[in-house]
């Protein structure tokens, strides 16, 4: 009967344990975070919050290893760090840590922001440790330099283009710096350059997509660019600035094919067929741009636009995170342009049909099957910490009602058994 009895406290302390830790363990809505894939596990980095737009100090992680649905994502916190925004963070070629590229990091003191010098940092998601380096070269220029994408070639070398740096004293009084300088830094031997380039170099940018191609070049992709003469303008997606990781050298190349709106505040992923997916962002009045999602050919260089349905698609976002991992592209948080709020929702593209799904199907073993598209089932929304609550406590009760019937059959046996007569028993 003790076996029972702690079964069944078992089983009602796991119930009351696993609803309080599930409805509370939540990523709040945030944008300006930074996010990056380790093996299986997709972590995002900071942000801005819905509070009060107070900065962000957590570190979440998705496990990718196994199915799920974005009503139920299978969220984990991880160490927190120091609050930032507006960073770029990079994984590691060599060892799987990532570092935590540029940023701002505030803290509000009375009414007015005060703004701390960026470092960079090195996370180890193995141990949840951070490291804080001793990097040598340090260009102290880079201090609070932000709207930045830093892209890690495959000797472990960093190149962060450009952004912008804001020197703030008081919030309303602000001076804005834009850059057009490439840094470069060695993660194998804590090395700081800042390169010495004078041809090609573009304009000086912020806000732009940037991914590694297979030639070794950095594509760079819209963003809001500062000409000599003249106010901020948009970057035009008809031409692309590339840069060579190897030569150190500049080049654009000019893109044909479907109209696309320029824009700053996107995404960009590279597919393992070469195809280049953006998403997202704005035009230069803060608005909606057009498409939402469209597609850049590196071998034709050319621009489509895939025909895809609304069914699970996201709210136009700008400011969120875009993944690949296998054959899904997952977009995460971001600001919500039509809606004028952060998001905490988490969206999945499947790139091999352009459908967006609720659920993914993943086969590390093998070929993907096809994923059923459900219409009206799974879709996100603020209901979604309730849902989790309510089918947590359903399966709680189910375990207890298991465990109490388990009791009275095990104790029914046990009568039984003192009343049947066996040899050699009176």
Known sequence: MNLIKNLIYFFLVLS???LFVISDDYPSSRWQQTASLVNNKLYYFGGIGEINYNSVNEVWYLDLSSPFNVSMPPWHKDQGLPPI??????????????????????SITNTDYVFYPSEVYEFYPNTSYWNFLNITGYNSSFNTRYAIEA???NDGKIFIFGGTNSNISNYSNTTVIRYNDMHMFDTTTMKWSTLNIFQNVPLPCNNYAAVLLPTAEIIYIGGLELPRLGPLRLVDMKTIRLFNTKAFTWSTKQITGASIDSRGGHTAVITQNGSIIIYGGVTINS?????????????????????ISQINAPQPLALHSATIYKNYMIISFGWSILKGSSSSFIYILDIRS??????????????????????????????????IIVVTSVAGIFLIGSAIAGMFIYKKRQERRQYIATPGSK
């Open 354 to 387: 352009y459908t967006w799904v609720t659920t993914t199907a993943i086969n590390n073993l093998g070929p993907f099957e096809p994923t059923p598209t459900p219409t009206n089932a799974g879709i996100p929304s603020s209901s979604t910490p309730t849902l």
């Open 151 to 153: 892209v890690v070639d």
């Open 16 to 18: 009351h344990v696993n």
């Open 287 to 307: 608005t909606q741009v057009s498409p939402d999602l469209a597609v850049l050919n590196i071998n034709t260089w050319e621009w489509s636009i895939p025909k």
């Open 85 to 106: 925004i507006y960073a770029s963070s990079c994984v590691s070629p060599i060892d799987n840590s990532v570092f935590l590229i540029g940023g701002i990091r505030p």
